[in-house]
């Protein structure tokens, strides 16, 4: 497999850490968003993946984008360990957080609308996160265990833990969220986690290595 990636790109993070967790051994190649005016943005990559975002991952013969839709392609390909529980309700459940965050935060502050926001980008960014926080937040306390769904990882936690970055990248007060605090500070003890981080990667900068 060849992941088309990007180390601070947090839709890339979690496919990072789906293959981590799988144990799925792949090719990384860096598609930097800011260099070049986007690399995204080239012939060559727009002809792996029209919407020119990343991730996009190469495997068995096709090239998958959107990072829900690779991981729910690994999780139906090579089961084990799981991502989604077994149990319908709680299924639903971890789809719903792994929705709540891929569709309903992390766009509405990511690189292609923040550019259209000039001087107030921290602004929109931090209001963006916080209200979808908050949602969250109610969520978790009635589905939570150790981790977003009971005590198993999810699909919802390779959302929360990318998504809780970019937080704290925008200054986002983490205090009104004890339960999000939680879960990904247990998460991050997690080796899958820790070496799918974007400190950690082949394109990320010497100053931001971990």
């Not at 001087?119 to 979808?132: D, F, P, T, Y």
């Not at 908050?134 to 977003?148: K, M, N, P, S, V």
Request: proline share 7%; charged share 20%.
């Amino acid at each position: 497999p060849i992941l088309y990636s990007y180390f601070r790109s947090s839709c890339s993070w979690r496919v990072r850490i789906a293959l981590a967790l799988k144990g799925i051994s792949y090719d990384q190649v860096p598609v930097n968003l800011i260099k070049d005016g986007g690399q995204q943005f080239s012939a060559e990559f727009k002809a792996l993946n029209p919407m020119q975002q990343v991730p996009a991952l190469k495997i068995d013969g096709i090239t998958l984008s959107q990072s829900l839709a690779i991981i729910n392609y690994l999780e139906e390909t090579r089961p084990n360990p799981r991502l989604l529980p077994q149990d319908p309700k709680k299924r639903a459940q971890a789809r719903m957080i792994a929705d709540h965050i891929a569709s309903g935060i992390q766009p509405l502050q990511n690189l292609s609308v923040l550019k259209q926001m000039g001087e107030k980008k921290m602004e929109w960014a931090q209001n963006c996160i916080a209200s979808g926080f908050q949602a969250l937040e109610q969520i978790l306390q009635h589905t939570a265990g150790r981790y977003c769904v009971g005590d198993e990882v999810s699909m919802a936690d390779l959302c929360l833990v990318p998504q809780v970055a970019n937080a704290e990248r925008f200054k986002v007060n983490m205090g009104p969220y004890p339960t999000i605090t939680r879960i990904n500070k247990a998460l991050l003890e997690l080796e899958a986690f820790k070496i799918s981080h974007p400190s950690r990667q082949p394109d990320t900068p010497a100053e931001l290595r971990a």
